[in-house]
């Protein structure tokens, strides 16, 4: 299981690149391993070319190293305070991606004027935080935002994307759309004030794209 994780994991910092999330070594995905008190990280400071499998590094849910040659990424103890005060996340991304960054930097949450909003996020994109890198601080930070949010996104303030999802791959979809979301508001803030969506509209396209939208297996 863990040998599958490490797998999947670095496979899906290829997508950070691939959407244009991420600049030189910044950014990271991790996956808990299931039935396990173990998560698995990208390790620090190493470029996304020479990123493998055998690279990526196994912690427990302290933080603490458990299996890998490198460094954990420093951003290791906020995604080990999450799995510890979330038990239905199952992988956790973080990004500095252009413009959902400048809305954290701006500390605005990013609000709810795109059905592709409303399906994906449930309302608008909440605003976390400060904090200092390092520490468990953007964990508590993301857990005190995200506990009960329909969002599996938060901007921290002044930093960037941690996304969430129940699986790493679910993460990092979230971390694609909260970019796409935060860069055509943005656009649409250009051209003049953004229209809202209705609550109970919101409320019905987020049922709708949760709970019917693509392929579900017959029961």
Known sequence: MIEQLREAVCGLHAELVRYNLVAWTAGNVSGRVPGEDLFVIKPSGVSYDDLTPASMVVCDLDGEVVEGDYAPSSDTAAHAYVYRHMPEV??????????????????????????AM???????????????????????????????????????QNHGVFSIGDSPKAAVKAAVMCEDVARTVHVSRQLGDPVPIKQDDIDRLYDRYQNVYGQRSSR
Do not use: K, N, Q
């Not at 960054?101 to 795109?114: D, G, K, N, T």
């Not at 390092?134 to 995200?146: A, H």
């Open 118 to 156: 409303a399906d994906e996020f449930g309302g608008e994109i909440p605003v976390g935080p400060f904090a200092l890198i390092g520490g468990d601080d953007i964990g508590r930070g993301v857990v005190e935002v995200l506990s009960g949010h329909r969002s599996p996104a938060v901007l921290m």
């Open 90 to 115: 199952g992988g956790v991304v973080h990004t500095h991606s252009t413009y959902a960054s400048a809305w954290a930097a701006r500390a605005e949450p990013i609000p709810c004027v795109l059905t």
